[in-house]
């Protein structure tokens, strides 16, 4: 059913949880997983490759996480570490290496804000060819 399983990171603990969902799939189907960070066009400044170098430096380091877990489970894994529009770069990734399903993080933290999804979640979950599975956080506050 699923061969290419893509897992975004930002680092944050909503993308641990989202690989977690995501290497229990991968080993249901024997499925591979492609773990992605983007650097953001709109967040920094990407035209100065020396400002360019410690976020990639701390991209790799979240795929590299990620990417040890996968390891460690037995999956097959590939990582990248992007530069562009976050959100628009995911459905070009999934396209270009036929990903089958996108298991990617909320960034709620509670209340109202805990129900609603990040933007990139929002525009990916609308947007994409494929299904894509939204996973929050663990909560430690209950």
Do not use: F
């Not at 976020?55 to 489970?73: F, I, Q």
């Amino acid at each position: 059913m699923y061969e290419r399983i893509l897992v975004p990171t930002d680092g944050s603990p909503t993308a641990e949880a989202a690989m977690e969902h995501a290497l229990e799939i991968a080993g249901r189907y024997g499925a591979e997983v492609h773990v992605l960070h983007v650097i953001s066009t709109r967040r920094y400044d990407t035209s100065i490759e020396s400002a360019v170098a410690p976020l990639r430096e701390r991209g790799e380091e979240y795929v590299e996480r990620l990417a040890a877990a996968a390891a460690d489970a037995g999956v097959a894994v590939t990582g990248a570490v992007e530069v562009g529009r976050p959100a628009r770069l995911l459905l070009e990734y999934v396209d270009d290496h036929d990903v089958d399903l996108v298991v990617m993080g909320t960034r709620g933290r509670g209340g109202l804000q805990h129900r609603l999804l990040g933007s990139v979640a929002e525009y990916v979950v609308t947007h994409a060819d494929v299904p894509v599975q939204v996973v929050p956080a663990e909560r430690t506050d209950d």
